[in-house]
Each structure stands twice: as C-alpha cells, then as structure tokens.
C-alpha cells in the first residue's frame, strides 16, 4: 500500500523557474524523506526531515513538514534540466533507525531548457 | 566505493517458471532491504533484514515470495511459480544499522527488471 500521494502527478516548468511539489500522508511519522528517480542515477535520497521539524534546506532544496495536516512540500528552486526525474516521498515503516520505507506514487517533473 | 549492485539487470521467464534475484549491498552495511516497483508507481516495501534475520517482512505480498541472507551480505530475492502480475523492476538497497534516533540513508541498487510472460 502506499502511505504518501504526491500532487501534482506531473510538473513542467521552464528552468529557471522553481518547482513544488506536496506530499499527503495517513499516519504517524518519525520523519519524512524525499527521494528522486532518473534513468541515470536511480534511486538517490535527497532530505530527511524529522516530525518535530517545520523546515528543512539543502542547497537549492527546501522542505516543509505540517504534522497536523499530514502533509509536506519539496521546492526545488532555480530548476535546471538535470532536476528532471520523478519525486517520492518516503515514511519509515516503525521509526527505528532502519526501516522500511513507505513511498508514495511520486512526481514526475520536467525541465523545460 | 561500490555501491549496491543486482543481478541480472533483465530476467524474462514464463510463467509458472522460478526466479531468483541477486543483490550486494555496500561493505559493512549490515541493513538489506527489497522493493519492487510497478510501472508508474512508487516503490513498495517487501522485506527488511539486519544482519542475517529477516526484521520486517510484512511487504512480501504471499509465500511464493521468499528471500534469505545466510551470512549477513549478499541476500537473494525468491519467486516461485511466477505470475504475470510479479513483472516489476526489483530495487535492493542497504544501509548502515545505527541504533537510537539515528536515521540511517538508504541506498539503492539499478534494480532487476522482471518480465513474466
């Protein structure tokens, strides 16, 4: 079963422009990931954001993390055609330090150059 | 260093047929994990090891799904009686174990594309 819904299901942009995306869940986290997927490289984890976290950055990635709507945001800013992929958010299964993962149906995301 | 490697890259059987699938997890990463992933879907869980146990494998959808990692590295992914519902790409990943509050990243395998015919 799929623990989070992405939305949108698809996103073009031109580059340069920023990208969101949203992320919905159903039930108590330890933290939530995100996770992008490309031909080239797979599937490559690029934050972790804990639940007593609001905001998290790194480099040009922002998240945000709303506990009581069950909801997170990735925004990707400055996007480049490399940012083509799709984009998951991922839930630990029990919280522990390993744990399987919960995904949900992700984003696909296109750069327009 | 190496990273998580699968083989084979591609497996077409048949249906009915027995498949295996192979996964390496980077040296000294004592958590091993499967996935399978469907066409347009996210990926799905199906079993978590540390070490040699298996920790968590409430993801596997029936018992004709199976895997084992009897020394605690390489673990191989078991399919018997394949059905053409089983086609999926087939992610391993692996992390390091550390205990407490310590979320430990996960890295993945290319997968194994699994067609049954």
């Known amino acids: 079963s799929q623990q989070g819904e992405e939305d949108p299901q698809a996103l073009s942009i031109q580059e340069g422009e920023n990208a969101t995306m949203n992320c919905s869940y159903k039930t108590s986290i330890n933290n939530l990931q995100w996770y992008r997927q490309n031909s080239g490289r797979g599937l490559v984890h690029l934050i972790l954001i804990r639940s007593n976290e609001r905001e998290k950055h790194s480099g040009r990635l922002r998240v945000t993390l709303d506990t009581s709507k069950k909801s997170s945001s990735l925004l990707i800013t400055a996007s480049r055609a490399a940012d083509t992929a799709s984009y998951f958010c991922?839930?630990?299964?029990?919280?522990?330090?390993?744990?399987?993962?919960?995904f949900g149906k992700g984003t696909h995301l296109i750069i327009q150059p | 260093g190496a990273g998580v490697s699968q083989t084979p890259s591609n497996k077409v059987t048949e249906k009915g047929k027995y498949v295996e699938l192979r996964c390496d997890p980077i040296s000294g990463h004592t958590a091993l994990y499967w996935y399978r992933q469907s066409l347009g879907q996210g990926p799905e869980f199906l079993i978590y090891f540390q070490g040699t146990g298996a920790a968590d494998d409430s993801g596997l959808p029936n018992d004709r799904f199976f895997a084992v990692r009897p020394e605690g590295s390489v673990s191989t992914l078991k399919i018997q009686r394949t059905e053409r519902g089983d086609s999926a790409v087939y992610l391993c990943?692996?992390?390091?174990?550390?205990?407490?509050?310590?979320?430990?990243?996960?890295?993945f395998g290319p997968g194994t594309r699994l067609t049954v015919l």
């Open positions: 991922a839930t630990g299964n029990s919280g522990g330090g390993a744990d399987g993962l919960t």
């Open positions: 990943a692996s992390s390091l174990a550390l205990t407490g509050d310590s979320y430990n990243e996960q890295f």
